[in-house]
């Protein structure tokens, strides 16, 4: 029931800034945890933000805790990743996610839609 749309990515310098951006549509939307995930060349895919429904509260990976942001607007439908202080290791390709309905703190594997993916690369 949720149809994820994703824009942004693209090729950057090290310590350099990008602003990814995913559109959601339907009407379980509020109810879904959001998440982004990162896959890189022959590596499985990677949690690295979560969101909750409200938004109140965010979880990320230890690897990007600190120089990422997570942020959703329900009424706009979108939600965002605010990702500074970028390293060559952030290269991949990133996905939105959404979790099953009400589920609050979900799993991987329950992250039932996902985005088309968009490519980020991170120069030295």
């Known amino acids: 029931q949720v149809h994820l749309v994703e824009s942004g990515g693209g090729l950057v310098q090290a310590g350099g800034s990008l602003r990814l951006s995913c559109a959601a549509s339907g009407r379980t939307f509020s109810t879904n945890v959001m998440g982004w995930f990162r896959q890189a060349p022959g590596k499985e895919r990677e949690f690295v933000a979560g969101?909750?429904?409200?938004?109140?509260?965010?979880y990320y990976a230890a690897s990007v805790k600190g120089r990422f942001t997570i942020s959703r607007d329900n009424a706009k439908n979108t939600v965002c990743l605010q990702m500074n202080s970028l390293k060559p290791e952030d290269t991949a390709v990133y996905y939105c996610?959404?979790?099953?309905?009400?589920?609050?703190?979900?799993?991987?594997?329950?992250?039932?839609?996902w985005g088309q993916g968009t490519q980020v690369t991170v120069s030295s």
């Open positions: 969101i909750t429904w409200s938004g109140a509260n965010t």
């Open positions: 996610a959404a979790a099953k309905p009400w589920i609050i703190y979900p799993g991987k594997d329950e992250y039932d839609y």
